[in-house]
């Protein structure tokens, strides 16, 4: 079985900075591309940011500039370093992977979510 355990969440003022973290655990044999969501009250789920195994990124357009995905293969772990904060990046954030599970195809997997409240 697979989770994804988000964390680093959490309230902050406008221009401030928060790094969010996202790790991966079970029986995984491989992870392919991982990302973040988020989803505003009332608004569709959409993509924020996502990587590749190898490290290629790609990013909504509202965020460039603004917030940097990275990961670690060897810790299993999805970063979003998120700067110059606005209140309308509030949000619920969520991370996905694709992940290959041994004896298994790759699947999508989320975690439960971890909240951005940007105060003005």
């Known amino acids: 079985q697979v989770q994804l355990v988000e964390s680093g969440g959490g309230l902050v003022q406008a221009g401030g900075s928060l790094r969010l973290s996202c790790a991966a655990s079970g029986t995984i044999f491989s992870i392919n591309a991982m990302g973040w969501y988020r989803q505003a009250p009332g608004k569709q789920r959409d993509l924020v940011a996502g990587i590749t195994s190898g490290g290629s990124t790609n990013y909504a357009d509202s965020v460039k500039g603004q917030f940097t995905i990275s990961r670690d293969n060897a810790k299993n772990t999805v970063y979003l370093q998120m700067n110059s904060l606005k209140p309308e990046d509030t949000a619920v954030y969520y991370c996905?992977?694709?992940?290959?599970?041994?004896?298994?195809?790759?699947?999508?997997?989320w975690g439960r979510g971890t909240q951005v409240t940007v105060s003005s």
């Open positions: 996905n992977a694709n992940i290959k599970s041994w004896g298994s195809r790759p699947l999508d997997y």
